[in-house]
């Protein structure tokens, strides 16, 4: 990606991380998105779907991008080694989400637990057609949506004297070609 969006960042800052589940909390309340169970994506989803599920005082796991070698071999931390979800609804949590394929197999993973999963948030979105085909491509397909998006990304990269309108114009074009 020609930006890249740091979002590891905001963990340093009280204010930022409490900004930011209760951006993600709003999103669920709006969305009518039924969450028994919050799941954070591995590494940088974990502290903030953690903070969401403090926030909605809800029960959170960790989705790993693989299981792990040794011990348990848990490809969910949280949960149980013997159990499943049991058919609880989850939300998945992720920091960014570019091409969408590494969210896609997380919430491939809580299907794969007998989690019903049905979306996918995040801090940021490139807002990438490969993102949606990912989601889409889910049986059944998963909503994806995010707190920022690279369109105000841009706007506030050029209203903050960040970029010059060269830049702002280079990156709205690789936006709409990206491959």
Wanted: with cysteine.
């Amino acid at each position: 990606m020609p930006i890249y969006n740091d979002n590891r960042m905001f963990l340093f800052y009280p204010e930022m991380r409490r900004t930011i589940a209760e951006g993600l909390a709003a999103i669920v309340r709006a969305e009518g998105i039924k969450a028994d169970v919050v799941a954070g994506t591995a590494t940088a989803g974990i502290p903030h779907g953690a903070l969401l599920a403090d926030v909605l005082s809800l029960p959170y796991i960790y989705i790993r991008d693989k299981p792990k070698a040794h011990g348990l071999k848990n490809r969910i931390e949280g949960l149980d080694a013997e159990s499943d979800l049991g058919g609880a609804p989850v939300v998945v949590i992720e920091d960014l989400i570019s091409t969408g394929g590494s969210s896609a197999r997380a919430v491939e993973a809580v299907r794969e637990a007998n989690g019903d999963c049905t979306w996918c948030l995040s801090i940021f979105s490139y807002g990438l057609e490969k993102a949606s085909e990912q989601f889409e491509a889910l049986e059944p397909p998963c909503n994806f949506t995010s707190l920022l998006s690279f369109p105000v990304l841009l706007e506030t990269a050029k209203t903050g004297g960040f970029l010059t309108q060269d830049q702002i114009d280079l990156l709205a074009a690789w936006r709409e070609d990206p491959v």
